[in-house]
């Protein structure tokens, strides 16, 4: 991990811990969970509060655009363009920027150009901060104390996680503050000076964000609102909101909703419980078991069927310069994993066909 010992302390502690004094996950009831949400966005309260107060505001914001199209515009064509919008666009954004890119450095730009188009590519519900920082933790404690979204605690804990364990710690030195903010160096991030921190307790400051917020939801509602008119731009600010919320429940999933729910000949890796899943594959190439293997891959989705959006646009991207270079571990897993565990198969197959079928299926 890039910044070693960082990671242990970089996030604010949630008030009932992480871990008991044996070392024990410690899983907080619903009720616990719940209070700390309402403490951490509770503005009037403390100050430091105000990214989780507006991340949960953003939804509260997109909610009306959600019932209007619902209740005023809803039509077979408009609900494609919603569902396509929310679950593959906002989806394979979220991969390709604050995953791939501002996470796991997984590919470069070729300039500023067009970092900015990607970052901005969608309707922006999510802090690079809040994404980023608090998912090297994840990678670094998977399923572990002090991973921030820990699907053995629950759902809620999850869920509930951008407010209750994301954000970073309001009680970093200098130093500290400044690997914290070196995580995002590469994004483009405005980023808060130490005194700035002190007072605000974030990376971003309040003013940035909010003049990025108007500018991007602006921009967008502009763009739809030329092309289809209040009714496209309702269904499309209402979609935003279902992802920001749909969004919030992939953590639990992806890492098997607290069992262990790894398969043979599907989920490689065996260091977590993270699993690769159909659904987010399909729509945001999020190949969660595959990506635990291969953090920094640019690609995620190594075998035939598994469609990885999020990667085509890195490749188009590179095609047509806007990406200057990536990694790809997909000939890796390859050789490491796959076809190791087919030549295996192939050796007990009993039929000549079935051997050969068991290597070919599959690698492209
Ligand atoms: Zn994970
Ligand atoms: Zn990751």
Redesign the pocket.
Known sequence: MSSGKILDHVLEPPSYGWADAKGNLIKPTPKQILREFLSRTNVFKNRKNWLSFMSWFQIVCLTPFFFIFLFKYITIPLFIVGFVYSMILMGSHGTIWY??YC??KAYKFSNNFWRFITQHLVIKVVPEETYAVS?HV??AKSDQPGDPYNAQAGFLYCFLADTNHQPINRNLSREDYAKAVSLLGHTGVKTNSYEQYQKWGSIVHPVTFITEWILNWGFWYGVFFLIGGNALACTIFGAAMFWAVGVRTFNYEGHGKGEDKRKDGVDYNRLDMSINQIWPGFVAGEWHNN??MY?RSAQSGFLKHQIDFAWYYVKFLSMIGGVSSYNNAKKQFLEQYYIPKKLKTRATATTEAEANAAVEEEVM
């Open positions: 995953h791939r996470t796991h998912h994840h990678h990506h635990h953090p």
